[in-house]
């Protein structure tokens, strides 16, 4: 049997970040050759992987990072609060949304096939569900470019933004700031009414006929009352028609107008844990 001395483990466990007990046990099988142990560790994080496969992942971090015309936000999520917070863990969805912002990747799948670690980024969130214990699923990347991307992490990252806008200076930045916390607060739905599916407007109109009858309105006037309702509902779940948070007597869109003639929104993302 090959002797395994301490320093061994601790290379192993430097390199793996997985328990003492379990390097050493990997160490032993491997024979003493690191490669294979790391290889054994790689299983064994693929086994703890599939047994906690059906386990909910409700935890979490959120994340978004910028270059200034380019952004990214991701989503990893873990079983508990306790690891969401743990330094980590937050090291590691730093790590995943800068390679997600290096690389471009506008989607799970294109994150997934980056290269982290000497591996892939699948492979590697697979080896610390081994590390960590817990379920851990990328359950979200969005990716924006325009000639001005603002990033927004809401303290605790359980809630991140990306706003793009269509011109570049200090001031839109600034402003983009604004509006990034805007749509973190307000949650919109769309950026203005003509993004809206019909299919939404026709089930909000549905709505507001049905609760107008049901209010003993005349059916004459449900359609009226209907589209009085749908108005409300642009104002508040749509970006642009929002009340301004730092304002509400002012519209997103006239607050935009002010800072510079024809600044507007072309696109926005908001990831959160709930």
Known sequence: MVKITAAEVNSLRKQTGAGMMDC?????EAEGNIEKAIEI?????QKVAAKRGD???KEGLAMAMSTGTNGVVIRLNCETDFVAKNDNYIALVTELTQIALDSNSK???ELNGQAMAGVTVAEEITNQVGKIGEK???SSVNHIAADTV???NHPGNQVATLVGLNQASDSVSEAGRDIAMQVAAMNPVALNKDSIPQSVIDKELEIGRDLAIQEGKPEAMADKIALGRLGKFFKEATLLDQAFIKDNKSS???YLDGVSKGLT???FSRVALS
């Open 41 to 45: 560790l790689r299983k064994k994080g």
């Open 24 to 28: 050493k046990k990997a160490l032993v």
């Open 252 to 254: 997103v869109q006239k």
């Open 55 to 57: 386990n909910e992942a």
């Open 107 to 109: 989607s799970i799948e």
């Open 265 to 267: 929104v072309t696109e």
């Open 150 to 152: 603002v990033a927004y």
């Open 136 to 138: 851990l699923d990328l």
